[in-house]
């Protein structure tokens, strides 16, 4: 017999309350960010806290008394649709949505969060502009991209995007 038990991570909470974000584990720290607020206005700011600190209250089940402390990034330039894993993160076909959902504006290009330099840089472009597409990473430099929405329909385009960072 299995069972299961959901527990509430108090301490861990979000600074803010977000929704459709991305989150991924990079040197030593969990990222979070991007999607949208409480409002349903896009969401560009994104926040670090240290991997031990979500192991610690994840193998105590969140029996510590006070909260964390999530540190601020530098906002990203568009909103979010997936974090890939890395020593720096890419942030891939965000695209700058209007208050209208339906109208949210493609973008083909590629940032990269340099947490040494704390800021985000444009490092190239992918083939095809879309929003909210399936990513897959296949290892720290490449990802498999599926479908995503075109602005006025949805897709069925896969790409293989290869990234070479230099230092």
């Known amino acids: 017999t299995e069972s299961k038990q959901w527990y509430s991570l108090k301490s861990l909470q979000l600074p803010e309350p977000i929704f459709s974000c991305g989150m991924t584990i990079s040197s030593g720290y969990v990222y ?3 999607g949208r607020n409480a409002a349903e206005k896009a969401y560009k700011s994104y926040w670090r ?5 979500v192991q610690r209250s994840v193998q105590s089940r969140d029996n510590t008394s006070s909260p964390v402390i999530w540190e601020k990034i530098a906002d990203s330039p568009f909103r979010l649709s ?8 890419p942030v891939l076909f965000g695209g700058n949505e209007s208050e209208i959902k339906s109208e949210d504006r ?3 290009d ?13 490092v190239g472009n992918i ?3 879309r929003t909210r597409p399936c990513l897959v990473p ?6 498999f991209v599926c479908g995503g929405y075109m602005g006025n329909s949805c897709t069925n385009k896969t790409e293989l995007l290869v990234m070479f960072l230099y230092n």
Not at 82 to 89: D, I, R, V
Not at 138 to 143: F, G, H, K, L
């Open 32 to 34: 979070i960010g991007g």
């Open 49 to 53: 806290l240290p991997w031990s600190i």
């Open 82 to 89: 997936s974090l890939l894993p890395n020593s720096k993160l």
């Open 106 to 108: 493609r973008r083909s």
């Open 110 to 122: 590629i940032f990269v969060y340099d947490p040494t330099q704390k800021r985000w840089t444009a």
């Open 127 to 129: 083939s095809t502009e």
């Open 138 to 143: 296949i290892n720290s430099n490449a990802v």
